[in-house]
């Protein structure tokens, strides 16, 4: 499986079985201002996640990737492809959740960004 970062291989473990279809995602304003504004924070190695537990349901990702930090929108398209990828790879283990994450400033799109972010969705229960 191909990752977000020029033809680099991710570490991926199984195959697309788990799919991230429009049901998990977040978008738009009127999605991401009430975990701003009231949702748990948590940040972990630079990444900042907003947080808010559902009663059922998949779990849903919101991607917060502006120009500040990358110049560039190919740059920032890997960017979130990276954390989509983690998310979908990890959704299983959530639960119905609600996450909007923030990457650090700076921060380049690659198989070791999808390991860090791997190895943070499973710290944030």
């Given amino acids: 499986m191909r990752c977000c970062a020029h033809g680099v291989q ?5 195959s697309r079985s788990s799919p991230f279809g429009a049901d998990r995602r977040l978008t738009g304003r009127s999605a991401f201002e009430p975990l701003l504004r009231a949702g748990q924070r ?8 907003y947080l ?3 009663p059922e349901g998949p779990p849903r990702l919101g991607v917060l990737v502006t120009r500040r930090h990358a110049a560039l929108a190919t740059d920032r398209n890997r960017i979130k492809r990276c954390i989509r990828e983690a998310f979908r ?3 299983a283990r959530l639960g119905p959740i609600d996450v909007l994450v923030r990457p650090p400033y700076g921060v380049r799109g690659s198989a070791a960004m999808l390991a860090r972010l791997r ?3 499973t710290r944030l229960d």
């Avoid at 948590?42 to 996640?49: A, H, K």
Wanted: proline share 0%; net charge positive; no cysteine.
């Fill in 42 to 49: 948590r940040s972990l190695s630079g990444y900042t996640f």
């Fill in 89 to 91: 790879l990890e959704q």
């Fill in 119 to 121: 190895e943070l969705f």
């Fill in 10 to 14: 991710a570490a991926a473990s199984g």
């Fill in 52 to 54: 808010a537990r559902r």
